[in-house]
């Protein structure tokens, strides 16, 4: 049995530099990973899938060129940015290089699942295949997995590998060619983003989304926006509608029934209907639920334990933190982004190396869908401004109507959107769905997590003739 500091379960982005952190600070640390080193991030999610969707912009942008500025032949061809994610993102999805990274600052490495075993003690047991280690510390960064929901004829059709009837955001970036028909399963961030990228390279491609419309965490007119722009692009969008049975065609394809009696034909299915936490892990033997959704930490990122519980020897009484376990990353609910994670690691470093670290809290917590325009979100939606009993005021302009915009043309769409708190007169929220919209994102997201007053936002400079300058008209909007 051996003995470290620390046991990070998990090296996705946030595990990998609490872990790189601890042990460059000279902190005996074991890091456990069944899967690649880096997480889903590097291997599956924001780098292979931007390449993917970098090379179906720069097709856009070529398919604009007549009427703006001459003609131009565009021919589609996958195989550059096939060979991009698997040499350049990837290195054909080998980990090697990070598990060496890791290793030269000092931490063990152990390939495999680790399962919490109790305590022995002050330290917390985990078997990593079949090995016994004890820590006095131990990190849960686990992260998340897609899920394939249960729908008839869907799992037995999946096989994990890219040549499949059935994808999941993984198989879809190891793809080195694009189905001739696509069907994507969910409207969320993933599959609106992956089903623009492989119609842009000629797919013909159908979203089913069973909510009411498209990213349902926007707000209704960012999703109202893309919308508009995939039916100019020509991928169909089935929103409020379900699908009850996967079944293979007679051309070898795939065959999608919906609950309205409709069916769809596609070659290839893609599942991006969401992710479920990876914390079948043991947790009970702490006194926590077995296989909670997630777990709820407070702000040095210690796991709390269940209301009315003493879990781990705390000191008793709702949320009271369990004695040596910590969570970081998408198994703590807090959004199922890489900057989350990572910044939730700077935090949980520098406390348990006794630095200080600010806790900034979620109050500007912001993300981006990139699909082309892209959709940038920081702080809270009017919907939920609204439901926690804020006086609400919003102001919009529309991307086209503002003068960089108008220059812009073809491939102007968008809006920017701003929910302001009129009795405190600060931003709450913001939407940006614009061009590079992402990028527009950062001054809004300084204003809701500084909670700028809205009369110096006002009195700002914003340089003409700007996207960004959209603000300052959305700022007039709100009167």
């Known amino acids: 049995m051996a003995d470290f500091e620390v046991i990070v379960l998990g090296l996705g982005p946030g595990g990998e530099d609490v872990a790189g952190s601890l042990a460059a600070a000279g902190r005996s640390v074991l890091g456990v990973e069944p899967r690649l080193v880096g997480g889903e991030c590097p291997y599956f999610g924001c780098i292979p899938s931007k390449m993917l969707l970098r090379g179906a912009q720069v097709l856009a942008e070529a398919r604009r060129v007549d009427g703006m500025a001459g ?262 609910g807090r959004g199922a982004f890489t900057h989350v994670a990572i910044w939730q690691a700077k935090v949980l470093a520098a406390g348990l190396l006794g630095r200080e670290q600010e806790f900034g809290g979620y109050r500007g917590l912001a993300w981006v869908t990139f699909t082309d325009p892209e959709v940038g979100h920081a702080g809270l939606t009017e919907q939920q401004a609204r439901d926690a009993g804020i006086a609400v005021r919003t102001g919009t302009q529309q991307i086209a109507s503002n003068s960089r915009g108008w220059i812009h043309g073809p491939g102007n769409d968008g809006v920017v959107k701003l929910v302001a708190d009129a009795d405190r007169d600060v931003l709450v929220g913001a939407t940006v769905v614009a061009p590079n919209g992402g990028e527009i994102l950062g001054l809004l997201t300084l204003a809701v997590h500084a909670q700028v007053p809205l009369r110096l936002l006002r009195s700002m400079h914003y340089a003409f003739p700007t996207m960004h300058r959209a603000v300052l008209e959305a700022l007039a909007d709100l009167g």
Not at 109 to 125: P, Q, W
Request: aromatic share 4%.
């Open 71 to 332: 003609h131009a032949d565009v021919t589609p061809a996958f195989t550059p940015v096939a060979d991009r994610i698997r040499d350049e993102a990837t290195d054909d999805w080998d980990d090697a290089v990070a598990v060496r990274r890791l290793e030269g600052k000092g931490m063990t490495f152990a390939r495999g699942s680790g399962t919490i075993r109790g305590r022995d003690g002050d330290r917390i047991v985990v078997e990593v295949e079949g090995t016994t280690h004890r820590a006095q510390r131990v990190v849960v960064a686990t992260g998340t997995a897609p899920v394939l929901p249960p729908v008839e004829g869907l799992a037995e059709l999946y096989t994990g590998e890219p040549g499949g009837p059935v994808w999941t955001n993984r198989e879809a970036v190891r793809a080195r060619e694009v189905p001739g028909s696509l069907a994507v399963l969910g409207g969320g961030a993933i599959g609106c983003e992956l089903a623009q990228g492989f119609a842009r390279f000629g797919a013909r491609v159908s979203v089913i989304e069973a909510a009411p419309r498209i990213l349902m965490p926007e707000e209704p007119e960012a999703a109202a926006v893309i919308a508009q722009v995939f039916a100019r692009e020509g991928i169909a969008v089935h929103q409020g509608v379900a699908v009850e049975e996967v079944t293979r065609a007679d051309d070898g394809g795939v065959q999608l029934r919906l609950d309205t009696g409709r069916t769809v034909r596609a070659d290839t299915v893609l599942v991006a209907a969401g992710r479920r936490t990876n914390l079948d892990i043991g947790l009970a033997t702490l006194g926590l639920a077995d296989r909670p959704r997630t777990l709820d930490v407070d702000e040095r990122m210690r796991v709390l334990s269940p209301q009315g519980s003493s879990a781990g020897g705390a000191a008793g009484g709702a949320g009271e933190p369990v004695d040596g376990l910590y969570a970081i990353g998408d198994v703590t």
